[in-house]
């Protein structure tokens, strides 16, 4: 290795200020404060290390107290559209720093996010931004007490000395509990993930809640079914359907636990002959894109998941500027009406 460049991968720094007629802190401003060095020079530097295939140490860099340009984002499943839509959001919120982010799914392990959060800080990360796999979090805020930073994004409400970015689920529940009852829904069904996670058993309370307020007994008006594991989303919504439409009492609306299990659903419903709305209504969570252009539209409950995004990773720059703030941001979901709910037939 020579200067900060890998010896393997063309020139190091001494090259290419060489062959750039300029001095090596010339070369180290244009990689890392640019704007400190005039146009037609930081061209000429560009063009060598462009042509020399020099490559910067991100060791050697972090040994001369720069910090990393990574950083470590951990959710249940990377294959889920909302964690797909959620770190899009962290990444324009880590754009104008030039971080980018390393992925990695737990699967709703806790061991598994043992094992990455563990690979992550030996990596040096800037921070890692995390979606716990239980409520559960003192493993994660080791890893902060050890000197990477951390923030729990949505995560449990009001954990004690964590920095987090929160939704209040239990509202949301609340807003699908209030509304399918208000359209004069007396029998519901509410569609499950196991295992279960944080925002999950969140709104299921808020559900209760909102039917308890509306004069209904849960205990009584809302059946629950599973889907596992939540991978399954789609795929096992068929079988889901049947248990549901099978009873003796079928329910007259459909609760999803978010808008992939809601795509299921609807397709379970067309495949038994069932209209949505006009035989069962249907309501999903998270409002991702597809949902308005499902036929019907779905009734969905937003979550402002990029803003949840770029507020999570401007409080972890804050985090690995000024040390620990242990604040928390909450947002509020919005119920979004549209034609997959209607009063029952």
């Known amino acids: ?13 001494r090259q290419v200020a060489q062959l750039a007629g300029v001095s090596v802190s010339t070369v180290a401003n244009v990689l890392n404060n640019p704007g400190l060095v005039a146009e037609d020079t930081r061209r000429r530097v560009e063009e060598v290390i462009a042509r020399v295939g020099f490559v910067r140490s991100g060791p050697a860099r972090q040994l001369r107290g720069l910090p990393s340009q990574l950083v470590g984002v951990v959710t249940l499943d990377q294959g889920n ?41 030996e990596q040096a990360v800037r921070g890692i931004l995390v979606t716990p796999t239980s409520h559960d979090v003192t493993g994660i805020l080791e890893v902060g007490r050890r000197g990477t930073p951390v923030v729990l994004v949505d995560g449990p409400h009001g954990c004690a000395g964590a920095c987090a970015v929160t939704v209040d689920h239990r509202l949301g529940g609340e807003l699908v509990g209030a509304h399918l009852a208000g359209l004069g829904h007396r029998r519901l069904a509410y569609v499950r993930a196991t295992p279960e996670v944080v925002p999950a058993t969140d709104r299921l309370a808020g559900l209760h809640a909102a039917l308890r307020t509306s004069g ?108 620990h703030r242990h604040t928390e941001i909450r947002f509020a979901p919005t119920l979004i009406v549209r034609d997959s709910s209607a009063p029952p037939g």
């Open 1 to 13: 290795m020579t200067g900060a460049g890998r010896s393997g991968r063309g020139g190091g720094m």
């Open 216 to 323: 209904l007994d849960p205990a009584e008006a809302l059946v629950e079914v599973r889907i596992s594991p939540a991978s399954r989303l789609v795929e096992d919504a068929d079988r889901i359907v049947d248990e549901i439409l099978d009873r003796r009492d079928p329910p007259t609306a459909i609760a999803c636990v978010n808008d992939l299990a809601a795509l299921g659903v609807m397709r379970g419903l067309a495949r038994r002959g069932r209209r949505v709305p006009e035989d069962v209504s249907v309501v999903g969570y998270d409002d991702l894109d597809f949902a308005a252009l499902l036929h019907p539209a779905l009734t969905s409950v937003r979550t402002p998941v990029r803003e949840l995004g770029r507020a999570a990773a401007g409080m972890l720059l804050d985090e690995a500027a000024d040390g």
């Open 81 to 121: 559209p909302f964690y797909a839509a959620l770190n899009r959001g962290i990444e324009d919120g880590l754009a104008e720093v030039g971080c980018v982010t390393l992925t990695c799914s737990t699967d709703v392990r806790p061991d598994k996010e043992t094992r990455v959060l563990r690979i992550l800080e």
